[in-house]
Each structure stands twice: as C-alpha cells, then as structure tokens.
C-alpha cells in the first residue's frame, strides 16, 4: 500500500538532514536559525521530532559558534550533544535579549539620557554579560559576529550610560561589581580598528572618565588576591573556629586581619574578601 508524500512518512534521520540544511543555506548564518523554525510550525509531529533531536540541533551549534575552542578547552564528555543543544537554545535567547535592548537603545536617538532603567526589568544582566564574555574568550571568529548581530555594542553603550555614567555623576567613586567589571573586559575585546574610528571625541572623554578613578583611586580597590598585610595563601580559618569541622566554601575564609593603627592614615580595606564568583558554563556550574 502506497501512502502520499507527507512530512510524517519521513524518517528522523532525513528530516534531520533537510532541517540541517536549511540552516547551511540560509541567508546569513550569524542569524538565529529562522528557517527551522518555520518548518517546526509544519505539523506537531515535525515539531516534536526536529525540537528532540540532539543530534540536529548539536550540529547546528557547531555551524553557528566556534566548537574549536571548546573542543580544545574540554573533555569530550563536556560536549555532549545534550549539551551543545541546551547550549545552542540558551545562546540564542541570550542573544535576542542582548539585541532588544540595544535596538531600544538605538531608537533613543538623542534621548538617550532620558532612557528608563526599567528597560532592563527583563533581563538578567550578569547572565548576558557573562556568555557575552566568555564567547569573546571562545572566538576564532563566528562568536564575534553573533554578537555584533546581537548588537553587542550598543549593549554596552546602554549599560555603560546607565549603570556607570548616570552614578559617576552621584558619586566619586565606581562599585567594582561583576557586571561593571565584564563590561570593561567585552568592550576592550571587541574594540578594532573600524570601532576606534567610530568613537568621537566625546566618548573617548566619557569612558576615560569613567575608568580614572580605577587607576588613581587604586587604593580603594583590590589590585591583588589579598591585600599587603597578608603573606601567605591560601588562607584557612583555625581549625577551632570551623564549623564542626564541616566541609563548605566558609571554612576557607580566614579571619580577619586589619592592623586598626593604620586606620587613620590609609583609606586601604585590609580586611580579605571573599570575591568568587560563579561562572555557568556549558550547562555546568565552575565554581
């Protein structure tokens, strides 16, 4: 018995490979893969085959970013195609917020003053600047014009302005945060030649302000691990002033180790912070 031609009569593996295709052969492939979306919206049996295959969408991912640098960075069992799949579906939601706000930004025209912080209500700064970060650190050269599509730029024009110029103009001094601090490093990774041309006068002046206070205010910000007074690290708290000797991240704080006479005559914090952060990469958690 003969049945007609239909989406549903196609094996998996060819489905995959039509669907695979059509993002080799779209328009432009720093692109969000459009045309796979159109062909989930064919039937529910298209959808729920092409949207649960690993295999597919793990190949995309390696069409679409740069696998190399994973590939030589990570233990195969790092890149699974689970994995890369998950990779590949949270990348692009990233990157679509990323563009949303700096189109709004780009619509401000010369009302970019005025720009409401609650723009940002809907995304998650730090997660966006983090894979911004680490993709820089991953490129050999698809990473970069992702984000350029994502509109990486003027991302950080409207983070830069809102979150750093608006409180210079409050206060005298930056908070060295995470998000300040990813910021910085995207920026200078993705400056070139064609950008330095771009930058007018004004802006030059306006980043630079912003940045001085970190070179001739160094003594209000870590510039090391831990600060002079302490020698040797790592630090552990004695063993008396653990938690019933259990193991957790607070019994490698040590106490604290700030000489008072001091006090009056340095502006220095002697005190050792705690400043790791927790870094998610490929669906793992690094620290």
């Known amino acids: 018995m003969c049945f007609p031609p239909s989406l549903t009569n196609i094996p998996p593996e060819i489905l995959d490979e039509i669907a695979f295709h059509t993002v080799l052969h779209q328009a432009n492939i720093s692109h969000p893969p459009h045309d796979v979306h159109s062909l989930l919206l064919t039937c529910k049996a298209t959808h729920e085959s092409l ?130 601090s990813l910021a910085i490093w995207i920026a200078y990774l993705l400056e070139d030649e064609a950008t330095i041309a771009k930058e007018s006068i004004s802006q030059v002046e306006t980043f630079t302000g912003l940045i001085r206070p970190f070179v001739f205010g160094a003594h209000r910000y870590d510039s090391y691990f831990a600060p002079w007074s302490i020698f040797d690290l790592p630090v552990t708290v004695p063993p008396e002033q653990q938690n019933n000797g259990a193991s957790n991240n607070n019994n490698r704080l040590p106490p604290r180790y700030r000489d008072r006479q001091f006090a009056p005559y340095m502006a220095s914090d002697l005190d050792l912070q705690d400043n790791s952060q927790p870094v998610t990469c490929l669906s793992r958690q690094l620290l």
Do not use: C, H
Request: a positive charge; hydrophobic letters at 40%.
């Open 51 to 180: 949207s649960t295959s690993y295999a597919l969408l793990a190949r995309i991912f390696r069409v679409q970013f740069d696998y190399a640098a994973l590939a030589r960075r990570f233990s195969p069992n790092w890149l699974t195609s689970n994995v890369l799949a998950d990779q590949l579906k949270t990348r692009w939601t990233i990157l679509k917020r990323m563009r949303a706000i700096g189109a709004s930004w780009e619509r401000q025209g010369d009302q970019k003053d005025s720009w409401p912080i609650d723009s940002w209500a809907r995304t998650n700064v730090t997660e966006d600047l983090w894979m911004a970060f680490l993709m820089l650190l991953e490129s050999d050269g698809k990473n970069v014009q992702q984000l350029r599509y994502a509109k990486m730029q003027s991302y950080l024009d409207a983070y830069v302005n809102v979150f750093l110029i608006r409180r210079a103009k409050q206060y005298d001094y930056q908070n060295e945060t995470v998000n300040s």
